[in-house]
């Protein structure tokens, strides 16, 4: 609903960090506040940035600043860097983070509704669908686009857009050690997915929807072989939302390292996603179906956390 609050040593503060709940609009589900990432210079210049569905049901990617008090930012600080409007209520993402390379990532959506019906997934001349990827640096809460994202100088594509045909990309993030990436992108009727790109892979990838749900066609006459394959994936006898999470480099449990955690939003199962030296993907069942899982977080070590639908946040332990 808009606000964001600060647990600290054992109890969750009276007043809230930030509250949000006057811009923020949540009519459906899948609206709200939706996104928090910290600048990587959090500590120097106070900045923070969200992505939330306003009154009207579009995206806000907004920065704020926080007060001298460090457990209190501004509401008046708000500047909006970028509105987009959302076709209908649903697939919206949501996830905003920094990247290694100091750059915004944001997860958007298809738009909403079922089957892609604007085809915006296949668009790069949409900011639906895909992930944007922005340079927020400006003093005067601006954004730029770095000179490296892959449409630039592309009259048909949005500057923004660094990768694109996604359906609803349920949070995404970085590998700490080598800065990998996996996007976890929920699926149609069937299959939902995990995929990985390795540092360095080129900008400008194709996930494949709406052609593809994960690895398998979901349009007629599809070529695999054009998309970027799915790493992970189950079925809907399994569950029906993937949320995505983390890969674990934290120093606390070992038996856990280098393992990539990913939930079902419907029935709570948790796995273990892990690559083989020889670079192929296993994943096993590490925690069953319980409560459902909205979220995942990664703390300064590394540690990794559940966020259930019931409120409650758990620390993932062997």
């Known amino acids: 609903d808009g606000l964001i609050k600060i647990f600290q040593d054992g109890a969750l503060l009276p007043t809230p960090f930030i509250d949000l709940t006057e811009p923020v609009g949540y009519n459906s589900n899948e609206q709200g506040l939706l996104g928090l990432a910290f600048h990587p210079n959090y500590q120097e210049n106070g900045y923070f940035f969200v992505d939330y569905t306003d009154l009207n049901g579009r995206t806000n990617i907004a920065r704020y600043r926080v007060t001298d008090d460090p457990n209190v930012a501004d509401p ?36 909403g509704s079922q089957g892609d019906p604007q085809n915006n997934g296949q668009n790069p001349g949409t900011l639906l669908g895909s992930i944007l990827r922005l340079d927020v640096d400006s003093a005067d809460g601006s954004y730029t686009i770095p000179a490296d994202n892959p449409f630039i100088n592309d009259a048909n594509a949005r500057p923004e857009v660094w990768g694109y045909g996604l359906r609803n990309p349920w949070r995404f993030s970085f590998d700490r050690l080598t800065d990998a990436m996996f996007i976890a992108d929920v699926g149609q009727n069937t299959w939902e997915e995990v995929s990985w ?110 966020v259930a639908r019931t409120g409650e946040i758990f620390h993932i332990q062997p």
């Open 197 to 306: 790109l390795a540092a360095g892979t080129p900008a400008g990838q194709n996930f494949g929807w709406n052609f593809m749900e994960s690895n398998h066609c979901y349009r007629a006459n599809c070529d695999p072989e054009s998309f970027v394959p799915a790493i992970f994936e189950y079925d809907h006898t399994l569950g029906c939302s993937i949320t995505g999470g983390y890969i674990y480099r934290g120093e606390q449990f070992l038996s856990l390292y280098g393992n990539y955690f990913a939930a079902d939003f419907c029935t709570g199962t948790i796995w273990g996603v892990i690559q083989n030296p020889d670079g192929s993907w296993q994943s096993n069942v590490v925690n069953p179906g319980v409560i459902g899982i909205n979220s995942f977080g990664e703390d300064v070590n590394g540690e990794l956390y559940v």
């Open 76 to 111: 008046a600080s708000g500047q909006i860097l970028l509105t987009i409007p959302q076709p209908f209520e649903n697939h919206n993402g949501g996830m905003i983070a920094f990247g290694p390379d100091g750059y915004l990532y944001i997860g958007m959506g298809d738009g």
